[in-house]
């Protein structure tokens, strides 16, 4: 059964299918911190979607990951490095993009499953 959680009009955050969950793109509430400081914030609100779903960061099957600034891809690593479980490291794309508004440094997207 589809099932979608906190929406509105544009868009879902979260939505799942079967075993399967998706998320929107996150990004920074507090776009004012720098890389590592978006990262984490970003980071801490996937796992609260990920809860939301039944579900959580060692069920990752892929991640997408936008920067702003490929020279900073360091910081962001460093982040997501210690959040990632390395035991069940998802598959990941990341990519230097302009993003929906300049002081947006990163966003992230992931798909996950639920445990059976």
């Not at 609260?48 to 990752?60: C, I, P």
């Not at 794309?93 to 990163?106: I, K, M, N, T």
Request: with cysteine.
């Amino acid at each position: 059964m589809l099932q979608r959680q906190h929406s509105n009009q544009r868009m879902s955050q979260l939505v799942t299918f079967g075993n399967l969950v998706w998320t929107a793109g996150q990004v920074a509430q507090d776009p004012s911190q720098d890389m590592a400081g978006q990262t984490q914030q970003i980071l801490n609100q996937i796992d609260k979607l990920l809860a939301d779903a039944g579900t959580e960061k060692r069920h990752l099957i892929s991640a997408n990951i936008w920067v702003s600034d490929i020279a900073q891809f360091a910081q962001m690593n460093e982040i997501w490095d210690a959040w990632v479980d390395s035991e069940n490291a998802p598959v990941r794309a990341c990519v230097e993009s302009r993003l929906a508004r300049p002081e947006l440094l990163v966003e992230i997207q992931v798909v996950a499953a639920k445990p059976a």
